[in-house]
Structure formats: structure tokens, C-alpha cells
């Protein structure tokens, strides 16, 4: 709560605050806030308004109940934030109340099959045309790629994926793997990996984690809090074995403050591909110095918190001492759940659906989207989907569990979305000839 009070008397308020704050100055102060925004505002854009919450919805009421003109710019399709208060149903009847509707149907990113599939994730109570692809790929010839997975295949759909992407000449940092949740990513995009255990080669690691768009958010927050670990470990004796919170409650460091530091020095932390590792070892230990996790800090330590380079690694790069791939690599693909790509494309993308055998909600899901009934327990997941999808410009490819795979493609056939088939399931062992096999 003390950080908290700082924070907020230096300025710096959650969007969530700043929402109460709105509505308390209408509640306390009239129409004098409303008249002040129309006065100095000709118009009021909202952009990606599907994602708005019963608490914006009654601050633009307000605004616009005192004349403020507005532009409500919306796709209900892409509504993947319910679970943080977004209402769809209450942003459609909103809209509906706003007067003159402009409906854009020209999608500039997208191929044809790509437009065709997306329209097939609407519910039939709100059915249209599909986009019409205008753009530099309307006339791209790749069909949805369809690959039947099984339980444990994820990795080997990306295999799949990655080869029809080769061969269309689609380069690794055009493209994209996603899923809903991160636990549904491929094996080898996870950080599940053991850091490594020389605090500089950990740093550098870091550095090449931090300044390429390649890798999850796990591993992006792993990286950062290499970093804090890093400056406590310069800065004080004796932190091996307790995470970065306790140390900050028994070293007093206010840990806002701690990762507002850290950010910082990642900012400025040397080229991972310029000079030796052992140069890059020495530079950092000079930006180190210069970036105290607190103000009017003296440093504490045994000075064994500096980094330095083995005899085997101080001639590399630091990228090569991390074991990072090559600056411009090809074998880099970026990899995230689809919450963090919204408004972002690639040429070509993975979406991955898990098998779920427990909870079966990739079943759900696959039965309402050729149903076209979008009940409240899959209508978010389903605008996933379609955010996900619509992420792609020439080639989307799904990697589906066995038991929907072919539902898939025979609902997608029956609404004119040419589809191309591959599989990334293991293969049967041949059995002995003579033997009977059972189908």
C-alpha cells in the first residue's frame, strides 16, 4: 500500500483507476468534466470499442449524453477480453444507439480462404458475407492447412507447419505460433528449461531473450527477473536461494522500484553480438555499478556479484556464451497466446487446439463452431479463434486433435474454404506380416 500511495502521488494510476476517477468527477462535479471534454474535443474516437466494460460503456454515456460527437470503431468478432469485464451484447446495443452505421467489408490483409474461414467462426444469429480480400495476397492460392494431431504432437505440427511455410519461401520471422493458453504451446517454445547456472552467461541469456521478438512472455518475464536478480546480487552478499520477492522484504528494497531499475538497464545492456564475452562481461559491470536497485544505496557486497567470463566462453560473443541463436537466424519463430498479438499480423500463423480428453473443451468449442450457436461458455473462445486466424495473410494453418480434425474439414469444405491436409500424429507400428490388425 506505501508503494502504492507513492505511486499515486507521483502520478502513475492503473487504467482501472482512472475509470473511478472519471466517474467520480461526473458524480461530483456536474457537467462541468463533460462540457470541459466537448469544449476541447471536436470528436471522440474509441478504437477496438468491443472490448469495452460496463465502466466505459457508462463513462462514453455520460460524454455522450452531454454532446460529445462520437466514432465508435468495433468488431464484436474480436471480444476476447470478457474475462476482464468486456461485454460484447452491452457494446452492439451501445452502438446500435449511436445513430449511422458504416459497415467495412474490405479486408486488406487477408487471402480469400483466409477471409472464407473467418466468416465460418461467426454465429449464424449474426451471419454476413465474408471480408472481401482486397489487399497484396487477395489472390494467394494456399488453402487453410489442416494438421491432425494427437496428444502428445505439438511439436511436430510445427514441423509441419514449418515446412509448407519453407516451401512457400515465407521466412521464419514472418510467422507466427499461437494458442489460447500458453500451456498449449510447443515444447520447445517453453522456459521450462534450467537457467544457466554462470550468473554471467544467465545475463547474457537474458540480454538475448529481452532484445528479440521470438519468445513467450514467460520467457520475456523469466529474462527480467534475471535482471533484478542480477542487480541484488551485485548490489548485496548472500542471495543464492530465495526468490527476488524475499530478498527484497529482507534487504528493504522496494521492489517497484527495483524492476523500474531493471528495465532500465535492459535498455542500455550491450550488443550480445559485439566484441568478446569476456569485453561484454566488463561493460555490464560498469552499467551494474551505475544502476543502484534504490536510491542512496552504497554497494554491500563481497564484489562477488561482478560478472565474469569463463576461460571457455570469454572469447565468444555473449549470444554464443548464452547459446542463442545466430543474430538473423531463420530458425526463430515467434511464439505467444493470441491475447498478445491482437492488432499485430505475420504471412503465415499456427493456431494450435489442444486435445483436451478431461475437460473436452476443444470439443465444445468445435461443436458450437459448426453449429454456429455460441453459448457464454464458448463465444469468447471462439473469438480467439477468430482473432488468431485473422492474425494470418497467405498461409493459417490448425493444428487439430484426431477426433475433430475431419469434422473440421468437412464443415469447412461445405462453406467453400479450400482446405490442404497433413498430419503430425505418430505412426502406427507395422506388425509382423501375417498378423491381424485391428481397425
Known amino acids: ?116 474461414l473467418a466468416a465460418t467462426l461467426r454465429p449464424t444469429s449474426l451471419t454476413r458475407p465474408p471480408d472481401d480480400p482486397i489487399g497484396p495476397h487477395h489472390d494467394e492460392p494456399a488453402g487453410i492447412l489442416l494438421i491432425r494431431t494427437d496428444e502428445d504432437s505439438s511439436d511436430r505440427s510445427v514441423t509441419a507447419f514449418t515446412e509448407r511455410a519453407d516451401a512457400m519461401g515465407i521466412p521464419a520471422s514472418k510467422r507466427l505460433i499461437l494458442a489460447h493458453a500458453a500451456t498449449s504451446l510447443p515444447k520447445q517454445a517453453a522456459s521450462t528449461a534450467a537457467l544457466p547456472e554462470n550468473a554471467a552467461v544467465r545475463i547474457a541469456w537474458a540480454a538475448t531473450i529481452l532484445t528479440s521478438p521470438h519468445h513467450t512472455a514467460r520467457q520475456r518475464d523469466t529474462a527480467h527477473d534475471t535482471l533484478e536478480r542480477c542487480l541484488l546480487g551485485y548490489w548485496y552478499s548472500r542471495t543464492d536461494g530465495k526468490s527476488t520477492v524475499s530478498l527484497c522484504d529482507q534487504l528493504g528494497v522496494d521492489r517497484t522500484e527495483l524492476r523500474r531499475v531493471a528495465s532500465k538497464l535492459s535498455a542500455t ?74 492488432g499485430e499480423e505475420a504471412d503465415a500463423v499456427l493456431v494450435i487446439l489442444p486435445p483436451d480428453k478431461r475437460t473436452k473443451r476443444t470439443d465444445a468449442l468445435v461443436k458450437a463452431w459448426i453449429s454456429g450457436i455460441h453459448d457464454e461458455t464458448t463465444s469468447e473462445s471462439l473469438h480467439v479463434l477468430y482473432v488468431a486466424a485473422t492474425r494470418a495473410r497467405r498461409l493459417l494453418a490448425l493444428a487439430l486433435p484426431t477426433p475433430v480434425h475431419d469434422q473440421v474439414a468437412a464443415h469447412l469444405k461445405d462453406n467453400n474454404v479450400s482446405v490442404d491436409l497433413a498430419s503430425a500424429t505418430k505412426p502406427r507400428p507395422v506388425p509382423p506380416h501375417g498378423e491381424d490388425v485391428d481397425i
Open 1 to 116: 500500500m506505501k508503494a502504492r500511495k507513492s505511486l499515486t502521488d507521483q502520478g502513475y494510476v492503473t487504467g482501472h483507476e482512472i475509470r473511478i476517477m472519471a466517474m467520480h468527477a461526473f458524480a461530483t462535479r456536474g457537467d462541468q468534466v463533460p462540457s470541459t471534454v466537448s469544449t476541447r474535443f471536436d470528436e471522440l474516437v474509441v478504437d477496438e470499442a468491443q472490448d469495452c466494460s460496463q465502466l466505459d460503456l457508462a463513462i462514453l454515456t455520460t460524454l455522450r449524453q452531454a454532446g460529445v460527437p462520437m466514432v465508435f470503431v468495433c468488431d464484436p468478432d474480436q471480444a476476447i477480453y470478457e474475462f476482464r469485464g468486456a461485454q460484447p451484447d452491452e457494446v452492439r446495443r451501445f452502438g446500435a444507439e449511436l445513430g449511422s452505421r458504416i459497415d467495412l467489408t474490405g479486408n486488406w490483409r487477408s487471402s480469400g480462404a483466409i477471409c472464407n
Open 269 to 342: 545492456l550491450p550488443n550480445v553480438d559485439d566484441g568478446t564475452f569476456g569485453e561484454w562481461c566488463l561493460a555490464v559491470n560498469k552499467l551494474l555499478k551505475s544502476h543502484p536497485p534504490g536510491p542512496g544505496i552504497t554497494r554491500r557486497a563481497d564484489k562477488t556479484g561482478s560478472l565474469r567470463a569463463t576461460t571457455a566462453t570469454k572469447s565468444m560473443t555473449a549470444r554464443q556464451a548464452a547459446g542463442g541463436a545466430p543474430a538473423g537466424s531463420t530458425t526463430s519463430t515467434r511464439v505467444s497466446i493470441v491475447q498478445q498479438v491482437k
